[in-house]
């Protein structure tokens, strides 16, 4: 069973940076990966795709953070990261990785963490 950690949420004021972290409990070498990459979801809203990244590295964003987060790979610490950079109140949430396997399509999730971004 993969299992999926996300850590380095946290408060921030609006124009600040946080930098998030995903970590897979194996290596990728191991793991026939499709995508990986991180969902958010804000009160009273539908979980929505932040940032996804193939397994032939292209990368893809949504349009409200294109140009201001960036997704990126430690594969030697097997953690998937997000860079968030000029954030906005809108950006606050919980944020979700995610990895998603080629052959089978199966799902994993890590439990989230919250970013919350003041005005």
């Known amino acids: 069973q993969v299992q999926l950690m996300e850590s380095g949420g946290g408060v921030v004021q609006a124009g600040g940076s946080l930098g998030l972290s995903c970590a897979i409990s194996e290596s990728f070498r191991n793991l026939t990966i499709l995508d990986m990459g991180w969902y958010r979801q804000a009160p009273g809203k539908q979980r929505e795709l932040v940032a996804t990244?193939?397994?032939?590295?292209?990368?893809h964003y949504a349009d409200s953070v294109n140009g201001r987060f960036t997704i990126s790979t430690d594969n030697a610490k097997n953690t998937v990261n997000l860079q968030m950079n000029s954030l906005k109140p809108e950006d606050t949430g919980v944020y979700y990785c995610?990895?998603?396997?080629?052959?089978?399509?199966?799902?994993?999730w890590g439990q989230g963490t919250q970013v919350t971004v003041s005005s």
């Open positions: 995610y990895l998603r396997m080629i052959f089978t399509a199966r799902e994993y």
């Open positions: 990244l193939t397994r032939t590295g292209n990368s």
